[in-house]
């Protein structure tokens, strides 16, 4: 089974990676291109918002085999999840783990983002590892999984805290000294790469740079969303709760196992199972959940950056595949289902079939992706605007991409920023748009058109598709004056 469905993920990811011009959405664009520039820019594999996790995968395939690199890594992410899902199940004492493996891999959202470039996935795998390695009572080894958790997403300080409290009811103290050491590391590399800078506080200087970069605002630019339903956006559109989109990411069809498998394990008791599966059980259906209910709350109270994307959920990806496959599990005993692992393969394939009416993949390009590369092809075909005007910044990260320029090359690039908008340096041409120049999770970024016109900025041009209306500045004073 785990054969058939290996072969069949890896055809439908082949369709989709190949194929697909687009990104899944303008981080991944962002990611990729940090990796692609990565080797050649160290810094890059210290940057709070490339992270060093997602950097030390993907960089070299990026280099050297370009998107598509980067795509087989989240392939090979996607397995791993796959893998990591089966062997909790087993650990947990599912007679028929290997449905954990399909149901993993049924989940729409992780297809998607297993032909993209975004952090969820590496993640996810580094989370079912250190809960299979919680299972498994290998306490190193956890503890130092965890420990790197943090460089790969912002969720591994929870995981942080939870890995303490399991090392702590074990009477394992001497563990907790694994779990801050890879932010340590991380902190110390950074203020030494980033050329000692002096905080003013002596010593520990080193352990205050990442603190100094953390770049997520406590209010958020985003607006804030409902907790359980629903709710009326101040654009007009409906935005519906993390909990209410779930099936998107489980599987529509197999969603009501989702929730049968959360209180069969929720319900666990010593007796029929060891105490220890019980356990494992309860914390391996609370981790999603609690992901769930955290990242609700911050989207509600519009803290944190937090945006109410679906994809946070995915960080959690092996136990969500684990608690639907228990959920199947029960049910296909009770309806005495003939052929049951055929009927979970026919249930996670049948939704793909709406491909065909509602297409989503391959991913295309959009007006967004047009604008920015008719944008590329004006500023590289006009020489004299590069000669007085050599240094670009754009809100979309898309300009960067068609130009085949690093956003951190500060010999063609400036850092898009409200600083930067201030201090007006001379030969930039600064391109906006009212989505990406508004919307970002460091308010230092959000730039709108009135600060551009207060502080001298002078508007070039416009350009347009569809809806989408993109404009052109240039900085008060060129870098070089016209002969």
């Known amino acids: 089974m785990i054969a058939v469905a290996v072969s069949v993920f890896v055809l439908l990811w082949l369709y989709a990676a190949v194929s697909s011009e687009?990104?899944?959405?303008?981080?991944?664009?962002?990611?990729?291109?940090?990796?692609?520039?990565?080797l050649s820019q160290p810094h890059r594999f210290i940057s709070v918002w490339d992270r060093p996790l997602f950097m030390l995968l993907y960089s070299v395939p990026a280099a050297t085999l370009g998107v598509m690199g980067t795509r087989t890594v989240s392939l090979i992410m996607?397995?791993?999840?796959?893998?990591?899902?089966?062997?909790?199940?087993?650990?947990?004492?599912?007679?028929?783990?290997e449905w954990a493996f399909v149901t993993t891999l049924a989940s729409p959202l992780l297809y998607l983002h297993s032909f993209s470039e975004m952090t969820e996935l590496c993640f996810a795998a580094l989370t079912g590892l250190a809960l299979l390695a919680y299972l498994d009572r290998k306490w190193v080894l956890m503890a130092v999984l965890v420990a790197i958790s943090p460089l790969g997403r912002p969720e591994g300080f929870g995981l942080i805290l939870l890995a303490a409290a399991a090392l702590a009811l074990n009477r394992r103290w001497w563990h907790m000294v694994i779990l801050p050491l890879g932010l340590l590391a991380w902190t110390t590399i950074g203020w030494l790469m980033w050329g000692l800078p002096d905080y003013g506080h002596g010593v520990l200087n080193a352990l205050l740079w990442l603190p100094k970069q953390w770049p997520y605002s406590g209010a958020s630019a985003y607006d804030p969303g409902p907790l359980l339903l629903w709710k009326t956006q101040p654009d007009g559109g409906m935005a519906g709760s993390l909990l209410l989109r779930l099936p998107v990411l489980a599987g529509p069809l197999l969603f009501p196992f989702t929730v049968a498998g959360t209180v069969l394990m929720l319900r666990s008791r010593?007796?029929?199972?060891?105490?220890?599966?019980?356990?494992?059980?309860?914390?391996t259906m609370g981790l999603p959940w609690a992901i769930l209910a955290?990242?609700?709350?911050?989207?509600?109270?519009?803290?944190?950056?937090?945006n109410g994307e679906l994809r946070?959920?995915?960080?959690?990806?092996?136990?969500?595949?684990?608690v639907g496959a228990?959920?199947?599990?029960?049910?296909s005993e009770r309806l005495e289902l003939r052929k049951a692992g055929w009927v979970l393969?026919?249930?996670?394939?049948?939704?793909?079939?709406?491909?065909?009416?509602?297409?989503?993949?391959?991913?295309?390009?959009?007006?967004?992706?047009?604008?920015?590369?008719?944008?590329?092809?004006?500023?590289?075909s006009d020489a004299e605007l590069q000669r007085q005007y050599p240094r670009l910044t754009a809100s979309y990260i898309a300009v960067y991409q068609y130009l085949d320029m690093s956003m951190t090359d500060r010999r063609k690039t400036v850092v898009w920023s409200k600083a930067m908008v201030k201090q007006r340096p001379a030969g930039v041409v600064l391109v906006w748009d009212d989505v990406y120049a508004m919307k970002n999770a460091d308010?230092?970024?959000?730039?709108?058109?009135?600060?551009?016109?207060?502080?001298?900025?002078?508007?070039?041009?416009?350009?347009?598709?569809?809806?989408?209306?993109?404009?052109v500045y240039l900085s008060p004073e060129p870098a070089v004056e016209k002969p």
């Open 78 to 97: 996607a397995l791993l999840c796959a893998w990591t899902a089966w062997r909790i199940a087993a650990r947990l004492g599912m007679r028929r783990p």
């Open 345 to 380: 393969a026919g249930l996670a394939l049948l939704p793909a079939l709406a491909n065909v009416y509602f297409r989503v993949v391959p991913l295309g390009i959009y007006d967004d992706d047009r604008l920015a590369l008719d944008v590329a092809q004006w500023y590289r």
């Open 312 to 322: 946070y959920l995915l960080v959690t990806a092996p136990m969500w595949g684990v």
């Open 22 to 38: 687009g990104f899944i959405e303008a981080d991944a664009r962002t990611h990729y291109l940090s990796a692609r520039f990565a």
């Open 270 to 283: 010593t007796g029929s199972v060891p105490r220890e599966q019980c356990w494992g059980r309860v914390v």
């Open 443 to 471: 308010t230092s970024m959000c730039v709108s058109q009135e600060e551009l016109k207060e502080n001298g900025w002078r508007e070039l041009r416009t350009f347009e598709r569809g809806k989408r209306v993109w404009d």
């Open 294 to 306: 955290g990242h609700s709350v911050l989207w509600w109270r519009g803290i944190m950056a937090s």
């Open 326 to 331: 228990f959920g199947w599990e029960w049910a």
